[in-house]
């Protein structure tokens, strides 16, 4: 026996709606368990065909306590209402006022989907399918409305009420101690972007004056005592949304922008128009208790937010299929942001590495989908590295190819055409073909076809031609739901190095179309000759990762090595080094597994002493090339029979001997770029610290005698979080013998702070070492864990799940066990934290056999659950498929 597989969604099958509701007049009387929902949807026919058609509502989990039509009540035979769905058999011809009372609970919501409480402060989440929790409605998005939502609540426990848009109206009920607020958003816009919050909140307030000089109220709401922790998330929203005025010529359209921090959420923020939520830890920040990666997250996740008001709020999608629309070109635009904010060869590196190492995996498993799916059976378990990472790649894409002039105005045209509009992603590359006078229908692949392309280069020199051949070939591998694929339009930017280190310029060439550095590959083979090229060159292929692709360009170290300290594109230059680094570990972990002895390669080792000391670059960036593949990463190179202990191993033994051959240099780097006194989370103080803590990172494994000292004493005098948990880490993942002192201190130091305790089950749950798995069990019944909250599962499970290789695929399967079970209990009470979780299992057949039926057992194990939700049903069906 199992559960159903919930039945597909198909964009081919996609119907305009046969109803419009253009207003909603929202009646909320919040109360823990029985809040009451008085909802009047003013409803009209599309056109003549509706007329006769019935009007089906959705809902989930619903109950109806009163219902009327123009003001009369309806009779029982005119409709047929049930939790999940109320249907009015016959509605009027002409447009009508359908008014719906329901009755919630949201102290019994654990799902955190509609209407819930989090630490007594009622709040909501809608997108993608919450709005049908709290009234029936046309719960899709191209059903826009214009929203009116008057709250009331007793004053004492919820002195504030917040919904969309402007506060219209506010004040005393007659009766004790009740009050209301009436709030309307003139915006119209899908039910998914409806938010509300009551509670007893602090509001620490600011202002913006909008570049037509138009004044902004700007409120941070948050738990009473942490006022103090919002300067930087108001910093930031300011800095965005002066960005998107200077940048894109956007502006902020209401005179309020009310942000909430909550503590219990399942995904990262939510753009609901006027009144963002966020997971508290996008949000709250002070030296102490965050660290220079949190202080960028929250910048980072403010502008991703307030972006969405024009992509995704003004703008919105017509469907799920299009959330790449939306979630794609957000993302692009806030790492856009991110990359004016600090250093843009620093952000893309940083960017890089999370598509590499969390879309990279997802396109060559089983969960593999395009950016805009075809098809879904659970729109929650969409909201995926494919869809927002490789979804921003692609508009990435879209600038090179266009250039910036046309990029910018086929996205004016897009702002001028839909503004208002719930539309689809050819209509977006319309925009671009119209301003552009270009045809991207090619282009459009990218939306269309999962799967990471392969391109492979061959160059070939001839001396007596003086000619340079570079050979192209581009592939997608195998993608399960996918019979075959057809060459993309790959813009890769190049430079043609010569032997002094500067690029060649490319005067004649033939066999494909350049653009400034730009090659467009866009058949299955290309050929390209360089004319007037004397001496060989080396090719720098795929600068800035101008594309979604893995490289097989074959690079032998010496030209890695050339690249590593010549290339002057800052990002190939990185690359080189990684790229010299993976090489050797896999050899390394090829030669472990054998049981033969094996030492790491003098280039490997001189390359990182030489980067440590490049005075030509900034800190950050030599602290991300220090920074070796993850375990992961090696495994994914490794692609196939991966065994993570020997991976494991090889990390540690190049770390060791990197450490080793450069410990008399490591100190100084230690202290020379630790940055004392006052701290400023901005780019060149949080790259020295990286710097500083990278550095640590190797004296750690140096061999000297007083290195456990040097750590303990840093962990011990950190005046900032990013220092104490670089240290804390280092004891901890290092095995060193203060590592239950140093989690006792920090523990003593940090209790009231949740963000601070979840980096410390984090950094237990990541250690390598077999004492983990028991550690993990205990942690879960420390009185500080709390599997009710998303951040606190997520910090010891799906990080022991994702951030534990060797634990986790443990050869007794006791990893995979854990994680199975925990699933199952997660799964009954909050289903996108249990089916998220669940997705770590997804690069299971690339495990060596024995470890790969370990976790084939624990899949089946939670396939045979009777009453699986329909979240994780989905990913554990698309997993073992
Ligand atoms: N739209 C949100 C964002 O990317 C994502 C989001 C927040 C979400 N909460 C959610 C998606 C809950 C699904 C379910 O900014
Ligand atoms: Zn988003």
Known sequence: MRSETAPAIRLEDYQPPAYRIDKVYLDILLDPAATRVTATLTVAGQDDTSVGTPLVLDGDELKLTALKLNGAALSEDAFEASPERLEIMKPPATPFDLTIETEINPEANTKLMGLYRSSGTFCTQCEAEGFRRITYFLDRPDVLAVYTTRLEAPRTSCPILLANGNLIEAGDVSERDRHFAIWHDPHPKP????????????????????????????????????????????????????????????????????????????????????????????????????TDQDYANIEAVIAHEYFHNWTGNRITCRDWFQLCLKEGLTVFRDQEFSSDMRSRPVKRIADVRLLKSHQFPEDAGPLAHPVRPRVYHEINNFYTATVYEKGAEVVRMLKTVLGDEKFHAGLDLYFKRHDGEATTIEAFLKCFEDAAATDLSQFALWYEQAGTPVVSVKTRHDPEEQTFTVSLSQEIPPVPSQKTSKPAVIPLRFGLIGPNGDDIAVASHAGAEISGDVLLLDKARQEVTFNNIPTPPVLSLLRGFSAPVRLDQQLGSEDLLFLASKDNDPFNRWQAVQSLAMQDLVRLTARIRQEETCVPTEDVIEVFG????????DAALRAQALTLPSEADIAQEIGKNVDPDAILKARRMLREAIARSHAPALLPFVTDFASKGDYSPDAENSGKRALSNRALHYLAMSGREDAAQIVWDWFATADNMTDRLAALTLLVHDDMKQKEAALAHYRNRHETSTLAMDKWFMTQATAPGDKTLQKVQDLMNDPLYDASNPNRVRSLLQSFATGNPTQFARTDGQGFELIAEAVLQLDKRNPQVASRLLTSFRSWRALDPQRSALAETALMKISSCEELSRDSRDIVDRTLQ
């Not at 030489?610 to 670059?617: M, N, R, T």
Request: proline share 3%; charged share 25%.
């Open 610 to 617: 030489a980067v440590l000391s490049d005075p030509s670059l």
């Open 191 to 290: 039910a998914y972007l409806f938010a509300l919050v009551a509670g007893d909140l602090a509001k620490v307030p600011d202002e913006f004056v909008t570049v037509s000089g138009k004044q902004v109220e700007l409120n941070i709401f948050v738990e009473h005592g942490k006022e103090d922790l919002c300067g930087w998330a108001m910093d930031s929203l300011k800095r965005s949304m002066r960005w998107d005025e200077e940048v894109y010529g956007l502006e902020y359209d209401l005179n309020v922008f009310n942000i909430v921090a909550v503590s219990d959420f399942n995904m990262g923020a939510m753009e609901n128009k006027g009144l963002n939520i966020f997971n508290d830890k996008y949000v709250l920040a002070d030296p102490e208790t965050a």
